[in-house]
């Protein structure tokens, strides 16, 4: 894949999609340690680590993505001078952290809503979550638009509501046609009306879901931005697979444009159904999250061996 570095994304056929050879991956993620520190690293959780499952619930992570994150934040945790590590998910911080289970480590959940650091050997269950307080009065509308648009549809079996503080995701990649869910979801939600809360949110669309979030509350984009002030790193990883990475992704480019920052974004494939604004936006592609584990790895490795 081209190096888009020099100019803008250049938009591409994803079928077939055109894969990154593992040697080029390795080589650009590695050579970050090459820069000044620190690196961010921040990675996406579904899709990325995380095979896409039909039932979010049923989601687990790539076990070698596991232990190269155990890897990547001890070494964070002991040479924070050098390298910072987050997972940045749309799922709830509580959830995400739950199914990575690695301590010493920033979650980030909600698109970057809420989250927390979870300790050295705690418990997933025990993540202190942080939410801006100016988005709970966002909570009480949320719940109820998740719970008035389930009864709505009389709680199909595809649809599976994910309330996540204040805001609410409808998911429905178990439907058998997708098209259709959405069709029935958009109708439920304009039956509702008022009562639903709907007027209080933005609706956003990803990976066979639908969210609906606080208004300029902003996703990936708005969180990396957020990051990116408060580490002021010298180099940035991104990882990611789905519409908001893409937000990440092009925030990335710009700083990169505006101000010289350093940083490589990786899309990770692994459905048929990536959107293709998340391969344009990308630098390079990788097939699968076992292909995104084992970049992690390496890194891992690598920066083992430097930092000792």
């Given at each position: 894949?081209?190096?888009?570095?020099?100019?803008?994304?250049?938009?591409?056929?994803?079928?077939?999609?055109?894969?990154?050879?593992?040697?080029?991956?390795?080589?650009?993620?590695?050579?970050?340690?090459?820069?000044?520190?620190?690196?961010?690293?921040?990675?996406?959780?579904?899709?990325?680590?995380?095979?896409?499952?039909?039932?979010?619930?049923?989601?687990?992570?790539?076990?070698?993505?596991?232990?190269?994150?155990?890897?990547?934040?001890?070494?964070?945790?002991?040479?924070?001078?050098r390298l910072r590590l987050v997972v940045l998910s749309g799922r709830a911080a509580l959830d995400v952290a739950g199914r990575v289970r690695v301590g010493r480590l920033e979650y980030l959940g909600n698109h970057g809503l809420e989250g927390g650091r979870l300790?050295?050997?705690?418990?997933?269950?025990?993540?202190?979550?942080?939410?801006?307080?100016?988005?709970?009065?966002?909570?009480?509308?949320?719940?109820?638009?998740?719970?008035?648009?389930?009864?709505?549809?009389?709680?199909?079996?595809?649809?599976?509501?994910?309330?996540?503080?204040?805001?609410?995701?409808?998911?429905?990649?178990?439907?058998?046609?997708?098209?259709?869910?959405?069709?029935?979801?958009?109708?439920?939600?304009?039956?509702?009306?008022?009562?639903?809360?709907?007027?209080?949110?933005?609706?956003?669309?990803?990976?066979?879901?639908?969210?609906?979030?606080?208004?300029?509350?902003?996703?990936?984009?708005?969180?990396?931005?957020?990051?990116?002030?408060?580490?002021?790193?010298?180099?940035?990883?991104?990882?990611?697979?789905?519409?908001?990475?893409?937000?990440?992704?092009?925030?990335?480019?710009?700083?990169?444009?505006?101000?010289?920052?350093?940083?490589?974004?990786?899309?990770?494939?692994?459905?048929?159904?990536?959107?293709?604004?998340?391969?344009?936006?990308?630098?390079?592609?990788?097939?699968?999250?076992?292909?995104?584990?084992?970049?992690?790895?390496?890194?891992?490795?690598?920066?083992?061996?430097?930092?000792?």
């Open positions: 894949m081209t190096d888009r570095r020099a100019g803008p994304p250049v938009p591409r056929c994803a079928h077939p999609p055109a894969f990154d050879s593992w040697r080029d991956v390795r080589r650009r993620v590695i050579s970050l340690l090459d820069e000044p520190p620190p690196l961010l690293v921040v990675t996406d959780f579904d899709g990325t680590l995380a095979p896409i499952t039909l039932d979010p619930l049923a989601t687990r992570i790539v076990p070698a993505a596991r232990r190269a994150l155990r890897v990547l934040a001890r070494l964070s945790a002991d040479r924070p001078d300790p050295w050997r705690a418990r997933a269950e025990h993540l202190v979550v942080h939410i801006d307080p100016s988005l709970q009065p966002f909570v009480e509308p949320a719940e109820r638009l998740g719970s008035a648009v389930a009864e709505r549809l009389g709680r199909p079996d595809w649809l599976f509501v994910e309330t996540k503080g204040p805001s609410v995701a409808f998911h429905f990649r178990q439907a058998p046609d997708a098209a259709e869910a959405v069709r029935r979801l958009d109708a439920a939600i304009a039956a509702i009306g008022d009562a639903s809360g709907r007027q209080a949110f933005e609706r956003f669309e990803g990976r066979k879901v639908i969210e609906f979030r606080p208004p300029a509350a902003g996703g990936k984009g708005a969180a990396l931005e957020r990051l990116l002030e408060r580490e002021r790193p010298e180099s940035v990883l991104l990882l990611g697979d789905d519409r908001s990475d893409a937000e990440a992704f092009r925030v990335l480019a710009r700083e990169r444009a505006q101000r010289g920052l350093t940083g490589l974004a990786i899309a990770v494939h692994g459905a048929t159904e990536t959107p293709p604004e998340v391969v344009e936006a990308a630098d390079m592609l990788l097939p699968a999250p076992l292909d995104a584990a084992a970049v992690l790895s390496a890194l891992a490795s690598a920066a083992a061996r430097r930092f000792a």
